[in-house]
Nanobody, 130 residues
């Protein structure tokens, strides 16, 4: 069974940086998009950054634009989330996910939705202190 395993989470002070990694045991024909989501205590899981491989479109949540960058290394079956200028409100469990859609033109509101993704990792915790 294909697995996604996240790493790189931890505790950091506000203004610091972290890079999350997500390794897929293998990519399949159903893995045409990759993304990062997060869930803070008491809140719903939200899309943070996604990439659709058909045309390389990327979408970011407004709250992380300019601070987070999603990237991938297909040779290593790995996706990354570089996080800079971290804020306490970035504290959450971060999940990587893959999905079957090669493209999405609905804008960030639609393309960052969980329903677009079907395979999920177990998550890695990020804690940002003030």
């Amino acid at each position: 069974q294909v697995q996604l395993v996240e790493s790189g989470g931890g505790s950091v002070q506000a203004g610091g940086s972290l890079r999350l990694s997500c390794v897929a045991s293998r990519y399949t024909a159903s893995d045409n998009s990759m993304g990062w989501f997060r869930q803070a205590p008491g809140k719903q899981r939200e899309g943070v950054a996604v990439i659709y491989n058909g045309y390389g479109r990327t979408y970011y949540a407004d709250s992380v634009k300019g601070r987070f960058t999603i990237s991938q290394d297909n040779a290593k079956n790995t996706i990354y989330l570089q996080m800079r200028s971290l804020k306490p409100e970035d504290t959450a469990m971060y999940y990587c996910a893959t999905g079957p859609y090669r493209d999405c033109r609905g804008g960030g509101g639609a393309c960052l939705k969980e329903v677009m993704f079907g395979r999920w990792g177990q998550g890695t915790q990020v804690t940002v202190s003030a």
